[in-house]
């Protein structure tokens, strides 16, 4: 029987898509400045794993593209929630 050896980077990959899958659910909780904040990081998340993955453009443009969208976004929620 052959022995599998599990090297960092592969433990690497398992932590952050383990994060990534946690700041998903954290997008579904009832306050939604924190359901903002959850989803920014799952965005940086999703573009670390790009770039992880050997796609720095896709990952650059993943982040920069969803920041702006996630500050707009966050602003449009303070805006509209009176109590947060």
């Given amino acids: 029987m052959e022995r599998m050896e599990i090297s ?3 433990i690497l990959q398992l932590m952050i898509i383990g994060l990534t899958i946690i700041a998903a ?3 579904c909780e009832s306050r939604l400045p924190k359901n903002v904040a959850a989803f920014f990081f799952m965005n940086i998340l999703v573009g ?5 993955l050997g796609a ?3 990952a650059g443009l993943q982040i920069l593209i969803n920041a702006g969208a996630v500050v707009v976004l966050f602003l449009v929620t303070l ?3 009176k109590k947060w």
């Fill in 56 to 58: 720095p453009l896709v």
């Fill in 48 to 52: 670390v794993m790009f770039f992880i």
């Fill in 8 to 10: 960092l980077y592969e």
């Fill in 25 to 27: 659910l954290l997008c």
């Fill in 79 to 81: 805006h509209t929630v």
